[in-house]
């Protein structure tokens, strides 16, 4: 007999750890529910099993595919008992079961039966429980039912089916679609959460119709929705409307008055849904933001932690783009710096960070100063970063702030939050000159006592950028040679690389560099003798013949010209041979960073950390495969590889793209194919290209597709050959043609006959950016003035009327094909003037840098003036030409 | 024959379906946008172990997963004091609202743009009702005596991550109309669950 489930004893307080489940296994409950196989089923008794075996799924246990199997066929029998507990408890564990799709026939009837039964519990449940495990073909069977169900007069039937709809509409939106007269009927519904479940089903059958979306949005917002979570769907829907709208002719937002009307709602969560909506309007002005920034105040000093925090995370954001609007909200936030809830006090804080003026600073950094002690390392973070934006807006404080910087650098904390507060001295020194002596002097008093390996070496190679051009730069000898001697060998390794960076500028210092690095001859590490050995030579300290001094600097100060997870990649690969390592061999492409790194915020490459660089695995892949085939193997080095261009539509026969690989001499077409119909087997594929707009080119190769089966992508290659190092463009129109057999889907054989056929595809086009690499550089403004004013073409151009100038930025951006640098491709929504950098490396090796300033003139006209530097004047003349017949 | 020619229809309706569905693919980012979604509910007890907990999105496919974020969570918010009001906290690009009960934990996560009142609403919904539930005894043992109660409760507030209702009041009256309480006959009560049954209609039509 199994322990009773519900166990009501006085004596219980004996017992502190008693559990129900206490020595529970999974091996004797599946034998306790062989009571569900009883002809006299004891109800009670199969829920306590029942509640047993869903106690173990919740614990995480999981059940083999017998042992579900098993349990579920065992569950099905329940289904005679009239018991409305355990029935309920029968559609739990079917739900938690996920029954395949041949035993779900099993219950289907059951579930049929109950949904048509006149309790209301039953129709809901079985509702619920059958939509979840049904699968198309069932749902036509029960689909009427379903659309009865929506307009029940019963709430919760009529929820049960919607929500089911909702769900449905991601794997069967063409049922689900056939349903929304139902739909709009039940968005009338009396019942508040029916109509909230209605209007999110039916915005989802529309979503992708925006004048009906636009209606559905004009009609509700006149008239009364009543649940408030319907309320907020509805403000999120309007403001898609108002996104895809724009501004009217007058200037009135369409719809806003109906934002501003949900501030006055009763319930918080509307209010909240509102205001947001509006901080988040594009082009949003201050008028119209006033009344919701004042309700947002309201919230602040709710004596409620979730309305507290959703206040000032909102207002946190408007402070990024409109920190005037948030001032006069300054007072409440400072009362939240002693929050209790650490989040809501680190959100306010950065957000006066944000708001602040000058003359607040001083008064602010006392308050903080208190607040750091006791906050976890992750908010300290958030707290530096805003302090460092704040020093960049006030560089005359930098004193107070680098002061502040350099305390909370001497106290206790981990690697991340170290790291977050030397990469904002690094920053600060860069961008502030004033800063810097101080700075360098901060972060030598750091290596001193630090920890971390990671950040040591990258102060010492910092140190030995900055610090010879500094008035005094002997002051910084002794921290550095005194990681000689104190530290590991990483460590000693890059204190000898920053001595001979000294040595190599500061011609006074030089003697005495030399002394310390014979002394580093000794040192018991390899690498730190190598290198030791290495600069002695280079610098002459040695009486051997000296190098001229600009190539001593570009060795020592130089950039590697490469990746540095291509060079990684490459010497991963690298076998070792009689052959030495060539680091011209080494891809210079930079991949454009996947999206979900660009989502991560306070991911930003800041300070030391190199440029944005990411795995290059696809032009390795391009390389390895096109250097394998012989026709190509010739053509020499790949200089760029495009990103692929679909030349179908989505969603026909074939899918074919193509991606563009330049060669100093060559282009070739590389045709990516799939066949997406499973009846046909298509054979010799190639593509026909006509190059008769294109007349500085001229096909010399083609390489067929043997073989194309269903669903299994194919290539086909075809050659042309143009002057060497021009940039030739032109259109090319493109026809695949194959031979198609017919494929039994049965047997997946393909007859023995084909017809020849064509298919057409769209035109292709090689366009200038096509000759262009997007290759970044780590400083800007320092490559900018090394290349220097020799080879600078300036001119200025109107770009007509643009939806907007970050979309006129991204226009130009995707035209020259370059890289952008130091995060200038992000326009700032609501600027006038924009200023983007670009970097990359034209074909023949030519490094371009580009400088963008864009205006807006007038209302909607962006003019912009574009200033190219290169190492070839030529070069600069045909970026200029890119933009002019752009 | 003909069998031949259903199975070439089921084959193709099922391509057909994966076509689809990857078709709207899209739609799916956007139905994650647009209707406010709760992305797991968790019950723990005052050592951070499960008592109850349901996950609604996939951002935790495996158990393993699952534990580590109920740990982070746990320990996060362990120190905090959530008892008079429902405290919140971001995670790992999560909003995470939580109300401290005796030995019992309440969270609700949603993503970080989700609007934090309509998550605590759907916190509140689920403490009260398990309040009602418990008939006020809010601890550990209780709940988990009354297991059925609470998963039937967590069945009855949200459905695969839409809010299908808050009301503590209407939850609980979902879930205890069919308890196995009610269901059973009388004579087959003892004594002190015959009280508690009438004293739970009662404390019902009281709350009516």
């Known amino acids: 007999m199994a322990q009773p489930l519900v166990k009501k004893d006085d004596d219980r307080d004996d017992e502190m750890d008693y559990s129900p489940f206490l020595g529970i296994e999974k091996g004797a409950v599946l034998q306790e529910a062989r009571v569900f196989n009883d002809p006299q089923l004891d ?33 099905t029998k329940l289904f005679q008992s009239k018991d409305i507990g355990l029935r309920r408890m029968v559609y739990l564990i079917i739900k938690e079961l996920s029954p395949s799709a041949d035993e779900v026939i099993i219950v289907t009837s059951s579930l049929m039966k109950d949904m048509n039964s006149r309790t209301d519990m039953y129709r809901a449940n079985a509702i619920r429980v059958l939509c979840r495990i049904t699968d198309g073909t069932l749902l036509t069977q029960i689909e009427r039912y379903l659309k009865q169900a ?67 949005v004009t009609s509700l917002t006149k008239g009364s929705v009543r649940s408030p979570l319907a309320q907020c769907l509805l403000i999120r829907y309007t ?15 369409p719809f806003y008055d109906y934002l501003e009307s949900c501030l006055r709602h009763k319930a918080e969560m509307v209010i909240f849904e509102a205001a947001r909506a509006i901080t988040e309007l594009s082009g949003v002005t201050s008028r119209e933001l006033t009344p919701a920034i004042t309700v947002l105040q309201l919230f602040l000093s709710s004596s409620k932690p979730v309305l507290r925090f959703a206040a000032v995370r909102t207002l946190n954001k408007v402070a990024m783009t409109h920190p005037m609007a ?35 600073v001083d008064r602010l950094m006392k308050q903080i100063t208190n607040f750091m002690s006791d906050i976890a390392d992750e908010f300290k973070i958030v707290v530096v970063e805003a302090i460092r934006s704040l020093c960049l807006k006030f560089p005359l404080k930098y004193r107070s702030l680098m002061n502040f910087l350099s305390n909370i650098l001497r106290e206790e904390g981990g690697f991340e939050y170290k790291k977050a507060i030397v990469d904002s001295i690094v920053i600060l020194i860069r961008d502030i000159p004033d800063a810097k002596e101080g700075g360098l002097l901060h972060l030598c008093e750091f290596i001193e006592d630090c920890e971390f390996t990671y950040l040591s070496t990258q102060i010492l190679h910092f140190l030995g950028n900055e610090g010879p051009k500094t008035s005094d730069p002997s002051k910084y000898i002794r921290y550095i040679y005194n990681r000689v001697i104190l530290e590991n060998a990483t460590v000693r390794a890059s204190a000898v690389s920053t001595l001979a960076k000294f040595g190599a500028l500061v011609d006074s210092l ?33 009486g051997a013949v000296v190098e001229t001094d600009e190539e001593v600097k570009e060795f020592l100060f130089g950039s590697l010209g490469v990746p540095l997870t291509n060079l990684e990649t490459s010497l991963k690969n690298y076998e070792p041979s009689e052959e030495p390592f060539d680091i011209h061999s080494v891809p210079k492409e930079v991949k454009s960073q996947p999206l979900s790194e660009k989502k991560a915020p306070g991911k930003k490459p800041t300070g030391l950390a190199a440029p944005p660089v990411a795995p290059t695995s696809t032009v390795d892949a391009y390389e ?57 087997l298509l054979e010799n594929v190639t593509v026909i290209v006509d190059a008769s707009e294109a007349e500085e080119f001229s096909e010399v190769a083609s390489k067929p597709l043997k073989s194309l ?172 030409e890119i933009v002019a017949s752009g | 024959m003909v069998k031949l020619e259903t199975l070439i229809d089921r084959t193709r309706s099922s391509l057909c379906m994966t076509s689809i569905s990857v078709r709207y693919g899209i739609n799916l980012f956007f139905y994650k946008e647009t209707c406010p979604a709760v992305k797991n509910i968790l019950l723990l007890d005052s050592e951070g172990k499960r008592v109850a907990v349901k996950y609604y999105s996939d951002d935790w496919p495996t158990n393993v997963a699952r534990e580590a974020f109920e740990k982070a969570v746990f320990a996060k918010t362990q120190k905090t004091n959530a008892r008079a009001e429902a405290e919140i906290t971001m995670f790992d690009n999560y909003i995470v609202v939580y109300k401290f009960s005796q030995d019992l934990h309440f969270f609700v996560t949603g993503s970080d743009n989700e609007n934090e009142i309509i998550l605590a609403s759907v916190l509140q919904g689920f ?75 009662l404390a019902r039509s009281l709350l009516k």
């Open chain 1, 43 to 75: 109800a009670r008794r199969c829920s306590q099993v029942i509640t047993k075996l869903l106690y173990l799924l919740n614990q995480g246990e999981s059940f083999t595919k017998a042992e579900a199997t098993g349990v579920f066929f065992a569950v």
């Open chain 1, 150 to 216: 929506i307009v029940d007069k019963n709430p919760v039937v009529a929820s049960a089916a919607l929500v089911s709809g909702i769900h449905l509409l991601q794997t069967n939106p063409e049922i689900v679609k056939r349903w929304s007269n139902e739909v709009q009927e039940a968005v009338q519904s009396r019942a508040a959460l029916v109509q909230f479940h209605a209007l999110a089903l039916l915005h989802q059958i529309r979503q992708n119709d925006r004048l009906a979306v636009s209606k559905l």
């Open chain 1, 239 to 253: 403001s898609q409307v108002i996104r895809e709208s724009g501004i009217s002719q007058t200037g009135d937002r």
């Open chain 1, 326 to 360: 948030v001032t006069n909200c300054n007072i409440d936030m400072e009362s939240l710096i002693s929050d209790q809830n650490r989040s809501i006090a680190t959100l306010a804080i950065t957000t006066l960070l944000k708001t602040g003026n000058e003359s607040s």
């Open chain 1, 510 to 542: 030089k003697p005495r560099i030399f002394v310390l690095l014979k002394r580093c001859l000794f040192d018991s590490d390899d690498e730190v003798r190598d290198r030791a050995t290495l600069y002695l030579n280079t610098l002459g300290g040695d």
């Open chain 1, 624 to 680: 390895r495969l096109l250097s394998s085939i012989p026709e190509f193997a010739s053509y020499g080095k790949l200089f760029k590889s495009s990103a692929p261009v679909e030349l179908t539509e989505a969603e026909t026969e074939y899918a074919v793209n193509v991606v563009k690989h330049i060669f100093d001499n060559h282009i070739v077409f590389q045709y990516n194919c799939t066949n997406t119909i499973p009846e046909q």
């Open chain 1, 709 to 880: 089966p269903y669903d299994t992508p194919g290539q086909t290659f075809v050659a042309f050959e143009k002057p060497e190092g021009e940039p030739a463009v032109g259109k090319f129109s493109n026809t695949l043609r194959f031979i198609v057999k017919e494929v039994d889907p049965t047997t997946g054989e393909a007859e023995d006959d084909g017809v020849e056929d064509e298919y057409q595809l769209e035109d292709l086009e090689v366009v200038s950016a096509d000759y262009v690499l997007k290759v970044g550089v780590s400083n800007f403004r320092n490559a900018w003035e090394s290349l220097g004013p020799d080879c600078e073409k300036v001119d200025e151009y109107g770009l007509g009327p643009r939806e907007s100038l970050a979309e006129a930025v991204n226009t130009v951006i995707d035209l020259l094909g370059m890289q952008p640098c130091e995060g200038t491709e992000v326009v700032p929504s609501n600027s006038r003037s924009h200023t983007c950098l670009l970097s990359g490396v034209y074909i023949g090796g030519v490094k371009v840098l580009v400088r963008l300033s864009f205006g807006v003139d007038g209302p909607k006209d962006v003019a912009m003036k574009l200033a190219v530097r290169s190492e070839d004047i030529s070069v600069s003349d045909a970026i200029h």
């Open chain 2, 127 to 201: 403490s009260d009702a398990v309040g009602i539930l418990l008939r006020g005894n809010v601890e550990k043992k209780e709940a988990l005596e009354n297991l059925d109660l609470i998963l039937l409760c967590l069945d009855e507030i949200v459905d695969g991550g839409i809010v299908l209702e808050t009301d503590a009041n209407v939850i609980a009256g979902k879930v205890a109309s069919n308890s196995a309480d009610s269901g059973a006959p009388l004579s087959e009560q003892t004594i002190s669950q015959a009280l508690a049954t009438a004293r739970e209609h």
